[in-house]
């Protein structure tokens, strides 16, 4: 009963791939996120989607495209990944209400060799 | 600009109380959160205070705000080694986005 799944939890990959983190959340919430932790724990948001439209979209290169399918799902997909790609994605959710509380999930841990 | 600063680390002793403490820049939030991340986990909200409010308290948490000064503090009291993690103040923008600006995050150390 997993409220935010994220798959998978660990990802190496080499320069240059192409990679996909995949994102399900089964609270029913309208609202998901992809946020990147830097090694500093910095937390950044990426891209808000509500159901399944675009809300946010912060200054991320191109090489990552947000993909939701239906508005339990927000996919990631990253291009031609780079050494500074490596991080700590994290997905997560809330409902429209009067505070947005957001319930994330476990996180993936990307490294780029 | 869109900065929220915290204070990157603090050490109590099991027991004593501690105060984590968070500036931030738009005066118009309405609602400002403290989340706590564990090791190897996401973040979980701990609680959160509307803007017209100056203190929240729930249980061992306290919540105070100065909008003035744009300051936030969370004071967790009787704290214990459980409590060890990084504490992340979050400020919501005035859009229809549900956007959190995340602060810096502070890692919070409790020794017996």
């Known amino acids: 009963d997993t409220a935010v799944s994220q798959t998978p939890k660990y990802l190496v990959t080499q320069m240059g791939n192409d990679k996909s983190i995949k994102c399900e959340q089964n609270l029913g919430h309208d609202t998901m996120y992809w946020y990147k932790q830097d090694s500093k724990k910095f937390l950044k948001i990426m891209f808000s989607?509500?159901?399944?439209?675009?809300?946010i979209n912060e200054t991320v290169p191109n090489r990552f495209s947000p993909k939701s399918p239906d508005k339990a799902h927000l996919n990631l997909h990253i291009n031609s990944l780079e050494l500074g790609d490596s991080a700590v994605y994290f997905c997560?959710?809330?409902?429209?209400?009067?505070?947005?509380?957001?319930?994330f999930g476990p996180g993936t841990r990307l490294t780029v060799l | 600009g869109e900065d929220v600063e915290q204070s990157l680390f603090l050490s109590v002793r099991e027991g004593d109380s501690s105060v984590i403490n968070c500036t931030y820049t738009d005066s118009s939030s309405t609602y400002l959160y403290w989340y706590k991340q564990e090791p190897g986990a996401g973040l979980q909200l701990l609680t959160y205070i509307f803007s017209n409010m100056d203190m929240k308290q729930d249980q061992r948490l306290t919540v105070l705000l100065n909008k003035k000064d744009k300051h936030l503090s969370l004071r967790i009291a009787d704290t214990q080694t459980g409590d060890s993690a990084i504490y992340f103040c979050a400020e919501s923008t005035p859009d229809d986005t549900d956007k959190l600006i995340f602060g810096t995050g502070t890692r919070l150390q409790v020794f017996p």
């Open positions: 989607y509500n159901n399944k439209e675009l809300i």
């Open positions: 997560a959710s809330s409902q429209d209400s009067g505070y947005n509380e957001q319930f």
